[in-house]
């Protein structure tokens, strides 16, 4: 199981950074930072909703939880 959550947040956590990279390419180097990690926290914060809103058990929740981790933990790196 921790495999399959594991490839689906690298998955989604290198969709969400290309997305950023594209909106924010034609900017400044702020611009871009931000224009990527914006976009990597709406992703975690629509998929803590989905969770939440279907009522699920909390295990149903690590995908979310694991994908905040590495989202914020690739979100350091880029901003050095």
């Known amino acids: 199981m921790l495999v399959g959550v594991g490839a689906g947040v690298v998955t989604l956590n290198g969709l969400g950074y290309t997305v950023g990279f594209l909106v924010g390419s034609r900017g400044l180097r702020p611009k871009r930072i931000f224009s990527i990690l914006s976009t990597g926290?709406?992703?975690f914060a629509v998929a803590a909703a989905l969770v939440s809103a279907a009522g699920l058990q909390t295990i149903a929740a690590l995908p979310a939880v694991v994908f905040?981790?590495?989202?914020?933990?690739?979100?350091?790196?880029?901003i050095k």
């Open 41 to 43: 926290m709406r992703d």
């Open 68 to 78: 905040r981790i590495v989202k914020m933990t690739t979100g350091i790196g880029l």
